[in-house]
């Protein structure tokens, strides 16, 4: 079992920065470093859609379209943790964001395929 634990979320300007972190915790043994990790977020009224993903390893990363080039995903597995720098924020980035671990070899856009989720961090943007 892995618990995941958002923070860094808030309320933040339009052109805004912010960066979110993921702790994970779990049993003896078991770290992030064996998993792909993700950052999706889910607006009210919406579905949860997918924003970037990281290999185990950190060799590649993936990004919603159109949030590329504005958010960067990053980990550090020797601390237990994985990143979500978000730069140029917009209000329709307003959201909950939250953080999943992808245990075997499911796709990592896609959020059925994640086996752990953390609760969620609120990020609001204001115009």
């Known amino acids: 079992q892995v618990q995941l634990v958002e923070s860094g979320g808030g309320l933040v300007q339009a052109g805004g920065s912010l960066r979110l972190s993921c702790a994970a915790s779990?049993?003896?043994?078991?770290?992030?470093?064996?998993?792909?990790m993700g950052w999706f977020r889910q607006a009210p009224g919406k579905e949860r859609e997918f924003v970037a993903a990281?290999?185990?390893?950190?060799?590649?990363?993936t990004y919603a379209g159109s949030l590329k080039g504005r958010f960067t995903i990053s980990r550090d597995n020797a601390k237990n943790t994985v990143s979500l720098q978000m730069n140029s924020l917009k209000p329709e980035d307003t959201a909950v964001y939250y953080c999943?671990?992808?245990?075997?070899?499911?796709?990592?856009?896609?959020?059925?395929?994640?086996?752990?989720w953390g609760q969620g961090t609120q990020v609001t943007v204001s115009s």
């Open positions: 999943a671990a992808l245990r075997g070899s499911g796709s990592m856009t896609r959020p059925g395929d994640y086996d752990y």
């Open positions: 990281i290999t185990w390893s950190g060799g590649s990363t």
């Open positions: 779990g049993r003896t043994g078991r770290t992030l470093s064996t998993y792909a």
